[in-house]
């Protein structure tokens, strides 16, 4: 008879009951795997200093003890964990125990830090720590390895949620009708156990002070699921994909606090990068200003952290040791001087002098040039932007000789091509003639409020029309 490693009396009330616990129920004694059973390769799973650590070739291990009974559908379940570099694991919800291959039922919540190097055109895993794998995923890892960290997850009718040092890193929603690209079928709550996954020999991750909170089986669903169902399809796709969804040009202005962002992210599966304005005119316009709101602002975890630099004046206004503090930095072609030496900012009428459409046009990637070339940037944002006057003429303005202008000094200076959803730039033809040419792109919003924000259309319209990978695409800090 297998030993107990909880209060009988709290594993009775449990298994008769199917109730809340006010109790946290320990899955793990810290010293053997009695409890725990493991798929292919045993010997990939050892103990040490009181945890459980993944070591060796690919295996799963379901938890198989005592308080399992009929499998847990509500709860809240909690473990400390730890990385190391480049390692991969995850931790499989609503799971069965499988003799061998990956597990085909329920859910898993990644975990990974960090990747390895690999040679260009190599998979790299995108999906990080927090992430409900392939469904909403967190695209920017929270925490570093070799440190503890808490990871929860919550289960409550048809809501997963995911927690990390206490922090909402992902949230789904099952809706009424459930799509899962092929394969992934299994991908769905129900009940089951709990399973560990060691993913590689390379992988070495540590686990320990691992329990579960039962709930109620009746428990209302908190959550909303995503109404408009062909894009849910799309999101579901791209996440299955490794697509890293990430808009790196957002701003919290005109209402928009960080929490309702990261609400929004959440809901589709994004993970955003915050931009500070700087430059003249346009927010902060010293390195006293600046440093002083840095010193104060906390970024969370699940975001990156961006300079916007505005204008071409920006260089002389701020450090490099003040632009070193962000994460990237970008600019556009929106703000700069004319032949007349008129500062222009094309998104003000009254300070726009058009003039001959042509003439302008070669003024202009003569100035985007020259940034692209010369400026300390990683994003050229709202590109092939023109002044509202001209706009309709988008397609004849912009010829492929302009095109391949802009597009070489971005392959020189390596420097991202934004996909701008906002105003829904550069066009089809820009954007797959760039990625020909071995641009690497973003995608952007650059919102101006709490109200336009919103989800990324047109970006995951370009996505799809012009054939972009995940292998496509610049992230920060890779």
């Known amino acids: 008879m297998k030993s107990l490693a909880f209060p009988l009396i709290l594993l009775l009330s449990f298994v008769l009951t199917g109730c809340n616990s006010d109790e946290w129920i320990s899955l793990f004694d810290g010293e053997s795997l009695e409890g725990w059973k493991a798929s292919e390769n045993t010997d990939s799973w050892k103990i040490e200093e009181g945890a459980i650590v993944t070591a060796g070739e690919r295996s799963h291990l379901f938890y198989d003890g005592e308080v399992l009974d009929h499998g847990f559908k509500n709860f809240e379940f909690m473990v400390d964990v730890k990385t190391t570099p480049g390692s ?50 967190v695209w920017k890892s929270p925490v570093p390895d070799n440190e503890w960290f808490n990871y929860r997850i919550v289960v409550q009718g048809k809501t997963i949620q995911t927690f990390i040092n206490g922090m909402l890193a992902a949230e789904y929603t099952e809706p009424d009708e459930i799509y899962r690209s092929g394969g992934m079928e299994g991908r769905v709550l129900g009940s089951g156990t709990f399973a560990f996954q060691c993913h590689d020999p390379g992988s070495i991750v540590y686990y320990k002070n691992i329990k579960v909170k039962p709930l109620s089986d009746d428990l209302p669903t908190p959550g909303t699921p995503l109404e408009d169902l062909e894009f849910e399809k799309q999101l579901i796709d791209l996440a299955g994909q490794n697509f890293p969804l990430i808009d790196l040009h957002t701003h919290l202005k005109g209402g928009l606090t960080e929490e309702q962002a990261l609400a929004n992210a959440r809901k589709y599966g994004f993970t955003y990068g915050i931009a500070v304005n700087c430059g003249l005119k346009m927010g902060f316009e010293d390195d006293d200003s600046l440093n ?16 916007q630099a505005e204008g071409r004046e920006w260089l002389d206004l701020f450090s490099k040791e003040s632009i070193a503090r962000f994460d990237y930095a970008f600019t556009d072609a929106m703000t700069w001087t004319n032949d007349n030496g008129k500062r222009l900012r094309l998104w003000i009428k009254e300070e726009t002098e058009v003039g001959d459409p042509q003439d302008f046009m070669d003024q202009l990637v003569d100035r985007i040039v020259k940034i692209v070339s010369n400026e300390p940037i990683d994003i050229y944002v709202n590109p092939t932007y023109l002044p509202a006057e001209i706009n309709d003429r988008y397609d004849e303005l912009w010829t492929e000789d302009r095109m391949d202008l802009v597009i070489a000094a971005l392959v020189e200076s390596q420097v991202a091509f934004e996909i ?20 690497k792109f973003t995608l952007g919003t650059n919102n101006g409020g709490a109200t336009d924000l919103g989800r990324m259309d047109y970006a995951i319209q370009m996505i799809s029309e012009c054939g972009l990978t995940a292998q496509d695409m610049w992230i920060p800090g890779k």
């Open 292 to 307: 002083m709101f840095l010193d104060s602002y906390k970024a969370s975890p699940f975001t990156w952290f961006a300079m």
């Open 420 to 439: 701008n959803n906002r105003n829904r730039i550069p066009s089809v033809a820009f954007i797959c003639r760039a990625k020909e040419a071995g641009v």
């Open 88 to 137: 991969n694991s995850g931790i499989y919800i609503h799971t069965g125990f499988q003799e061998e291959g990956w597990p085909s039922k329920g859910y898993e919540c990644q975990v990974i830090n960090s990747n390895n190097p690999v040679e260009p055109g190599d998979y790299m895993e995108h999906k990080m720590t927090g992430s409900i794998y392939a469904i909403r995923n």
